[in-house]
């Protein structure tokens, strides 16, 4: 007993942390989006957080900003934090030595009495609390992981809403100008019907013009509604604060796009899902090792026992001694427990292996989707836009010679406007691939399904809608 005492006492027996655990959230959280992230426990940080809050809000939205409001304000990600406090709690207690139990019993008959106290400890527990202390610490760092990805994952979700609602008010823009000149043609149609000038086929030509853009400028509205809830609700914002600005353009693409020669390796070391995984192979490890130590006992017991007696004509007498209790291996010698474990083990390897591939993988597409979505954007802004521009410019001037006539110039105006809405899907696509990107070589979900699909071309958009 001084023996295992002594080994408990080097050991020692864990603590709460002042941070609850949040040391390793806000490292990740500082190296990988450089935001700060704060776990409410008190009214003070309540209203700190706020405060914090409300200063961001009163400027016009960027990324950034919105990740931070997300990061103290989301009640979800709050929730996660509190998980990880109890996984530290969890912890604590596993590296506590087993309580010792006290019972006393006291038997009556015939002027006589027996009193017996015990004090019973669980001297297997003690004997294994460093191998299941070390456990729990390990339990505890995967938690950390854990709220770091979640941290991650919210970033990733305010930054794609953010795109969306952003791409989604340019779009709404853009179509509402469109709207305006579609409008003014449909009536100069009509009125050139009117006067036998224009034939129905062509008054029918640029009166459905006018009805397909007022019904794709009302779906965008709606999409931009649900956007804009979306990033609310990732945000944590209610009441008067969902008056929040937004700007109604994309930001511009970056002058140069990034190079990630060492993308693979960037993302098998820093993926937190993969980080959980190594540790909970080490965990199963040290466990394995815990079932093949305590293979054949699973039970041990020592108690001390003080025994008082009185006979109804005789003087009372002490006994004391101890007791031990053990399960005897007769039937069950460990080996289910043993070989249940070890393909634990195994199960665990196989999948940690599967998921280095899979990041691997992921990695290399998303980084291929990152520079394909770059080239994409930038040949409209540097081709596709000018040349758009030229036309346009040159059939002002044909018109100003008489040389075309008004259809024909809001024939091209049309599909200058089918040009610039492919030209900001393209950059919205960009955007996006560039948060799947981060996605991919920190973690914090999304995928493949967060990604937009690609539209046709702005000449098969435009296509069969002139003369």
Not at 324 to 338: L, M, S, Y
């Amino acid at each position: 007993m001084a023996a295992l005492l002594s080994t408990v006492a080097l050991t020692g027996c864990a603590s709460f942390s002042p941070d609850g655990g949040m040391n390793v959230v806000a490292t990740v959280a500082s190296e990988t989006i450089n935001k700060d992230v704060v776990s409410i426990r008190t009214t003070d940080d309540a209203g700190r957080a706020r405060d914090a809050v409300q200063g961001l809000l009163r400027r016009a939205l960027t990324v950034g900003t919105a990740v931070q409001i997300a990061l103290l304000n989301n009640r979800g990600l709050q929730a996660a934090y509190n998980e990880l406090a109890l996984a530290e709690a969890e912890f604590v207690g596993e590296s506590l030595p087993p309580n010792p139990t006290f019972a006393i019993s006291r038997v009556t008959g015939n002027g006589g009495y027996e009193i017996e106290r015990q004090v019973v400890g669980d001297i297997l527990a003690l004997a294994t609390l460093p191998f299941r202390s070390e456990i729990a610490r390990q339990r505890f760092q995967k938690a950390q992981l854990r709220a770091a990805e979640e941290t991650l994952r919210l970033a990733a979700e305010v930054r794609r809403a953010y795109y969306r609602a952003v791409g989604a008010n340019e779009l709404v823009v853009l179509l509402t100008d469109a709207k305006s000149t579609a409008e003014s043609t449909a009536q100069l149609a009509l009125k050139l019907g009117e006067t036998g000038s224009l034939n129905k086929l062509d008054q029918a030509r640029e009166q459905v013009f006018y009805a397909e853009i007022t019904a794709d400028l009302a779906t965008l509205r709606q999409d931009a509604t649900s956007s804009r809830e979306r990033l609310i609700r990732l945000l944590g914002l209610w009441d008067r604060d969902l008056d929040f600005r937004l700007p109604q353009k994309l930001p511009a693409l970056p002058r140069r796009p990034l190079s990630l020669p060492r993308i693979e390796v960037d993302a098998v070391a820093h993926r937190i899902d993969l980080q959980m995984a190594r540790i909970e192979l080490g965990l199963l490890a040290k466990s394995l090792k815990l079932t093949e130590a305590t293979r054949f006992v699973t039970l041990l017991d020592l108690a001390g026992i003080d025994k008082k007696t009185r006979e109804p004509e005789g003087a009372p007498f002490r006994e004391r001694g101890f007791d031990i209790a053990f399960q005897i291996p007769i039937f069950d010698g460990g080996e289910v427990r043993v070989r249940q474990a070890a393909e634990t083990y195994n199960q665990a390897f196989n999948r940690l292996t599967e998921k280095a591939v899979d990041v691997r993988s992921e990695a290399r597409d998303a980084f291929r989707v990152y520079r394909s979505r770059y080239d994409i954007a930038g040949h409209y802004q540097r081709e596709v836009l000018p040349l758009r521009e030229i036309i346009s410019d040159e059939m002002k001037l044909r018109f100003s010679s008489m040389q075309v006539d008004v259809f024909a110039l809001l024939t091209e105006a049309r599909q200058r406007i089918a040009a610039l809405r492919a030209a900001i899907e393209a950059k919205r696509g960009f955007w996006l691939a560039e948060s799947e990107l981060k996605t991919a070589i920190y973690g914090g979900g999304g995928g493949s399904e967060s990604q937009p699909e690609p539209r046709a071309s702005a000449t098969a958009q435009a296509g069969g809608a002139g003369h």
